[in-house]
Structure formats: structure tokens, C-alpha cells
């Protein structure tokens, strides 16, 4: 999770040092291509490589990462399993799946396992870039067509529990305009709030909730029975 102090991701601000990202795939020509992408971007540097979940989880522990780009199907542990791993470890880490997988079962687990993005591996430079970006600031990474039936899906395991005994109901009302896939200034002048207030809300829900990602917080509300996916 990125702190409050984090330029707005919707902002052209300058980075005061570069997104941090973790290669897991295990196929050497893709994660060779992907790094040279990434590291033509002066605001991405890729710190490591992993071919399995088990070497990722030990990359993710020593080099700490901002983002890690998660393969789905490995020798060994799966990205499913690594991705759990390594969020029960560092909850702020955001983990965005890039994978040839497109099953609703993998992404599903994978969200469930706390992933803030899913990708396919056919999907453009630019919105693999923009993901990465995305993911780093907190923000979902989520294909819209995926979205719904995400939002659907985990509505239908709701454990209603008062959400006063979590957020309080401003915190609460940033949440659901976020549910709606709104950026950090439409959820501002929607609220008649700063951008920078909306991120501070946002960096006390994901430390409230214990998440790194608006993926997660959303999901979280969602199972709680806070947020309706029929209103979003």
C-alpha cells in the first residue's frame, strides 16, 4: 500500500523514485519482453525475476517490491498460492496478474487470494503499463467485463457486519463511490472533497481493512454486505 503522501495517480506529478516491480512467470522470452517494456519507462524499474511460486515468495520477502506482475499456471506452487502467500506477508504489496488465462475460476481465486488486478497476456503496452501505474497508487486493475461479475459473484457471500465497526461513514461513503470505478478526483467532486482528502480516506480504509488495493477494499465491502453491486 502506498501512504496518503503518494502523488494522486491521476495527477502528472513526478515520482520520487521509481515503481519497483517483480517479474513471477515461468517462461524466460516472456519475462524478457515484458521487462524491456517496463524498463523503458523512466517511472519503473524491475528489481527481480521469479520462475515459480516458491521462488517468488522468497524474491517478494528480500526485495520488497511495489508491484509484483503474477503468472497464474507454474511448476510447483501456482501464482494462485503464491499470491496468498505472499499477501499474508506483506498485505501492501499489489499483486496484478498477467496471465493467457482468462477462466472465471482463476480469476476469482485470484482476487480472492488478494491480486488488486487481472490481465490477459494479449492485452495492449499501454494498458499493461497503465495497470502496473494503477496498481502501484492502490487503484484496481480490473477489465471492465471482468468487474461485474466479480462485483456479482462475491456478493452472493455476504457476512453482514456493521461497518461502523470498521469505517466511519465518511471513510464508508469513499468507498462506495470507489466501487464505482470512479478516480481519486471524480470520487473528490463527487463528495465536494479535495483529491488529496480522498486519498488519506483511502489510505485509512486500506489500513482499517488491512488491504493494499481498492480491489480488495471493494471486495471486502462487498462481503460484508456494505456496498450493493446492483447500485454500482
Given amino acids: 500500500m502506498h501512504d496518503a503522501d503518494a502523488p ?12 519497483t516491480l517483480l517479474l513471477v512467470d515461468d517462461h524466460p522470452v516472456v519475462r524478457k519482453g515484458t521487462r524491456e517494456l517496463l524498463e523503458g519507462e523512466a517511472d519503473l524499474r524491475v528489481v527481480g525475476e521469479a520462475e515459480s511460486g516458491e521462488e517468488a515468495i522468497r524474491q517478494a520477502r528480500s526485495l520488497t517490491p511495489d508491484v509484483i506482475l503474477m503468472d497464474v499456471s507454474m511448476p510447483g506452487m501456482n501464482g494462485i498460492e503464491a499470491t496468498r502467500a505472499i499477501k499474508a506477508e506483506r498485505p501492501g504489496v499489489g499483486v496484478l496478474v498477467l496471465t493467457s488465462y482468462d477462466d472465471d475460476a482463476y480469476v ?11 490481465l490477459l497476456k494479449n492485452a495492449s503496452e499501454d494498458d499493461l503499463l497503465g495497470a502496473v501505474r494503477a496498481v502501484a497508487a492502490g ?3 480490473l477489465h471492465p467485463s471482468v468487474a461485474r461479475k466479480v462485483l456479482e459473484r462475491f456478493s452472493t457471500h455476504q457476512t453482514p457486519t456493521p461497518p461502523e465497526d470498521a469505517l466511519s461513514p465518511r471513510e464508508l461513503e469513499v468507498l462506495r463511490v470507489a466501487a ?16 488529496r482528502t480522498v486519498q488519506v ?13 481498492r480491489t480488495e477494499a471493494v471486495l471486502y465491502g462487498i462481503k460484508r454486505g456494505w456496498i450493493d453491486p446492483k447500485s454500482l
Avoid at 494522486?8 to 513526478?14: F, G, K, L, M, S
Avoid at 476469482?108 to 487481472?118: D, P
Fill in 201 to 213: 480516506h483511502l489510505a485509512n480504509i486500506f489500513s482499517k481493512l488491512g488491504v493494499g488495493s
Fill in 8 to 19: 494522486d495517480a491521476d495527477t502528472p506529478e513526478t515520482q520520487t523514485r521509481p515503481i
Fill in 139 to 141: 487503484e484496481s486493475a
Fill in 180 to 195: 464505482t470505478g470512479r478516480t481519486n478526483k471524480e470520487i473528490a467532486r463527487d463528495l465536494d472533497i479535495s483529491p
Fill in 108 to 118: 476469482f481465486a485470484l482476487l480472492e487470494a488478494g491480486a488488486a488486478g487481472y
